[in-house]
């Protein structure tokens, strides 16, 4: 029988309830509720996060936060941002141990504190300049719950950025670690990690979900009102959940995940951003020397061969964030092993696949029914926007009459269930893209906003287009 004021929370998603239960009602996971004796403690620190006070003010008389924005420098990171690191704002960052989020954490507070070739305007200098030098202003402090202070000294010596001016604190307590804030006033805190913190107010053991969210406010809550943005790294579960930080999602303002591709490339990309958009990619490669941004990725997942293009293979340039990527996307398509055809393809939706597939087989009487689908997408991006069904539609073509598309073609368009190819955004841009990177045909649909300069294929709908690219 559960004392009086236990409460049972579920470690994948928050969810309470008044009883132990196998499964989570609200994420479906079996196994993940914990008896919390403070539940109505940490119902309070989740519940906190409002603004504080019970006097309203007309919206009119509020002053607007300029949003003002500083480098955390590194360029990927703050395209990821949304433009940099907005004051008083929390970052959540997750991603599977050994990622590289203490690496990459170690480099952001190098690079704001001006560290590591400054770029732009950095945090230390934007404060510096703003209080006319009070001593100790500019201070970037990165919380370590995680490593010993050798070991991170050892690989920011590594890094190359052993000799910057970065406090390091290593603390899980986190009623010391607010004292040190206190007393230092950062301009940026990192906390590594988030699940090693502990209160003693809510027992000694880390990681608890009551734990996680009480450390977690307090800390973004201190912050918010100094002004001084936070990092506060998590990890993910091999589920690929984020288990406990999942909990304190609603509370930041900032959601990261860092992860990686197939290839070596790291992805870190926004799943949540009060202050931009959740389009952008951030991409790093894992150096020796720590990450290295990937400056010029247009041409990265383009696979170079030195004999034909086989069949099934078609690139598109596709949009991601504000950049244009040109991906290869493969097809394979087989007799069905079962009675039924498959899809199988986790880098394109598979219902898409289906879907395009559907289309070929009505309006160019190309059989699918019978076959089983293989899609990929070269370098594991996952890509999600519509600009990349025309040349789906082609990769699968090539694949059922085993016609090569010529290594020089690129194509991009959205279809219609009726065949038609739609027009799709920025579609000037990505010509151009292709055309910078050496194709010398696109296949599209018309645009409004072409370039007179660029010249394309344009068709209209399916069976016209595969006339150019299959003749
Ligand atoms: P780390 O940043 O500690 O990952 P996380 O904090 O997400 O658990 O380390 C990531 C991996 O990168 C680790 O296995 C070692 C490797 N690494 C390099 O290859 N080069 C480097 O310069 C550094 C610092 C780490
Ligand atoms: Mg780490």
């Given at each position: 029988m ?51 006070g ?39 960052i ?66 190359g ?35 090693t913190l ?12 009551n ?29 690929g ?16 995940y ?22 952008e ?5 894992m ?43 493969q097809?394979?398509v ?8 498959r ?6 939706d ?6 395009v ?7 160019l ?42 290594s ?8 219609t269930?009726?065949?038609e ?47 150019p690219?299959?003749?």
């Amino acid at each position: 029988m559960a004392k009086a004021g236990t409460v049972f929370i579920c470690s994948q998603c928050g969810h309470e309830e008044s009883k132990w239960a196998g499964r989570c009602p609200e994420c479906g996971e079996w196994n993940t509720f914990v008896e919390s004796a403070g539940g109505s403690r940490a119902r309070q620190a989740a519940g906190r996060d409002r603004p504080r006070g019970t006097d309203s003010i007309p919206l009119e008389s509020l002053s607007a936060d300029s949003g003002e924005r500083s480098s955390s420098g590194i360029g990927e990171v703050d395209r990821v941002l949304g433009g940099g690191l907005v004051r008083g704002s929390s970052v959540l960052i997750g991603g599977e141990p050994g990622i590289g989020k203490s690496t990459l954490m170690l480099q952001v507070a190098a690079g704001a504190a001006g560290g590591d070739a400054p770029r732009g305007q950095t945090l230390a200098a934007a404060v510096e300049g703003a209080t006319s030098r009070q001593r100790g202003a500019g201070r970037i402090l990165y919380v370590t719950g995680e490593e010993s202070a050798a070991q991170l000294k050892t690989r920011a010596d590594r890094l190359g950025i052993g000799k910057n001016s970065v406090e390091v604190l290593c603390e899980t307590d986190l009623e010391s670690i607010l004292r040190s804030l206190q007393n230092l006033k950062p301009v940026l805190v990192v906390v590594d990690s988030i699940q090693t913190l502990t209160s003693p107010e809510l027992g000694n053991v880390p990681g608890t979900p009551n734990q996680i969210k009480y450390c977690c406010y307090e800390i973004i809550s201190y912050c918010r009102e100094r002004g001084c943005p936070v990092f506060l790294v998590a990890h993910v579960t091999k589920e690929g959940s984020i288990a406990g930080p999942k909990l304190i999602e609603h509370m930041v303002d900032t959601v990261l995940y860092f992860d990686q591709s197939e290839s070596e490339l790291r992805i870190l990309r926004a799943s949540k951003n009060r202050f931009g958009p959740v389009d952008e990619v951030g991409l790093f490669t894992m150096t020796a020397r720590g990450l290295q941004e990937v400056k010029n990725p247009a041409s990265l997942f383009i696979v170079q061969r030195e004999n034909e293009t086989p069949p099934g293979i078609v690139v598109a340039p596709v949009y991601e964030g504000s950049r244009v990527l040109m991906i290869e996307i493969q097809a394979l398509v087989v007799p069905a092993k079962g009675a039924i055809s498959r899809v199988f393809s986790d880098r394109i939706d598979s219902s898409r696949v289906s879907r395009v597939a559907a289309i070929l087989e009505k309006h160019l009487s190309l059989r699918f029914s019978d076959q089983d689908i293989y899609v990929n997408v070269a370098g594991g991006l996952r890509i999600g926007e519509v600009g990349i069904e025309l040349p789906l539609a082609f990769a699968l073509y090539s694949a059922r009459t085993s016609i090569p598309v010529s290594s020089k073609t690129a194509a991009a368009g959205e279809l219609t269930l009726a065949g038609e190819v739609r027009s799709i955004s920025h579609l000037s841009r990505r010509v151009r893209t292709a055309k910078e990177m050496g194709f010398d045909s696109f296949i599209g649909p018309a645009s409004t906003d072409a370039d007179q300069e660029l010249v394309w294929t344009i068709v209209s709908d399916i069976a016209k287009a595969v006339k150019p690219v299959f003749a």
